[in-house]
């Protein structure tokens, strides 16, 4: 990223970001102790504390968060001001940065950010891969990626994929072994393959028919955070899991794996690029937009 002098506030949102003085100082090409003593003298010339320090942990204090959300969009103003100076062509150049969920780089993401650094060799990609939902404007970031029903009201919000479908789904030995569910009640006395939401709990399968809806707590014998992990422990045979088609449809396809109770499993919007429409557009995110509709939307 081209230093726009502001230093001090950069090495602040890093912090932020990477969550300790370690990770900042690797994100910023400085040292640790340099990380370390601009926060000291900004809390200095401040006179407030805006991190709390522990020999593990690095976090906000309340006047810290009130800071960050007023100086995150300023900063990233600058930054983006900063690099439209800098660049000597109408290519775009600089830093585009992202907040996207886990475990879509290898369903799409990655080969649309690899075609997108190969057509513009200057530009340098930064993604943060996390399940929490933030404001992307708050912490420094050009765009977000989420589905469409977290996105906020007033961003520009574009397709990349289509509506998403969430399927009951385990391999043909496994309902051979413990029976097919007629019902979703009958979910109840199978082997959960389960979702480790960010705040810690477990997701509840959503399913609809005609009105009448259930949120089922299936008992997991396996729970993860991560989808992949999922998938293969529901492809070993380990219990029933409540997975994106989108993800599955080559094993779908062969037979490995198999739905049931579809009618009970209904479609909602996918995933969305999205970034604030009251700001200028940098060019480069411009141009990712242009990709994005360039490649058209990701069947579901």
């Known amino acids: 990223m081209h230093r726009s002098g502001l ?30 003593n601009a926060i000291a003298g900004l809390e200095s010339r401040l006179q407030t504390r805006l991190f709390n320090r522990t020999t593990r942990s690095v976090a906000l204090t309340d006047a810290g968060q009130r800071y960050v959300a007023r100086i995150g969009p300023a900063l990233q103003a600058i ?14 150049a600089g830093t585009l940065r992202l907040n996207v969920p886990n475990n879509i780089g290898p369903l799409f993401l990655d080969d649309l950010l690899i075609d997108y650094m190969i057509r513009y060799p200057k530009m340098r990609v930064e993604t943060v891969s996390e399940a929490r939902l933030i404001d992307i404007v708050a912490e420094g970031f050009d765009a977000g990626i989420r ?7 007033d961003m520009i919000a574009i397709p990349l994929t289509a509506d998403i479908r969430q399927l009951v789904t385990a391999t043909p030995d496994y309902f051979a072994r413990h029976g097919i569910p007629q019902t979703p009640d009958d979910l109840r006395n199978h ?10 709990g477990i997701y509840r399968w959503e399913l609809e028919r005609r009105g009448e809806r259930y949120a089922l707590a299936v008992p997991p014998r396996f729970a993860t955070s991560d989808l992949f992990a999922s998938i293969r422990a529901v492809k070993a045979g380990l219990g029933v899991g409540f997975l994106p088609e989108l993800y599955i449809q080559q094993e779908l396809a ?8 579809n009618d009970w499993t209904q479609p909602f919007a996918g ?16 141009a990712l937009v242009a990709l994005v509709r360039e490649r058209g939307i990701i069947p579901g």
């Open 79 to 92: 930054r983006q001001a900063s690099e439209e100076i800098h660049s000597e062509t109408d290519e775009p």
């Open 271 to 286: 995933l969305r690029l999205y970034y604030p429409g009251h700001r200028h557009v940098p060019p480069g995110l411009r």
């Open 254 to 261: 062969s037979g490995e794996l198999v739905s049931v109770l």
């Open 147 to 153: 589905l469409e029903e977290s996105v906020p009201q």
């Open 7 to 36: 230093t001090e506030l950069e090495v602040v949102m890093a912090v932020v970001r990477r969550g300790s003085f370690r990770g900042a100082a690797q994100e910023l090409n400085m040292s640790a102790t340099a990380v370390s």
């Open 191 to 200: 082997q959960g393959i389960g979702m480790r939401m960010s705040h810690g």
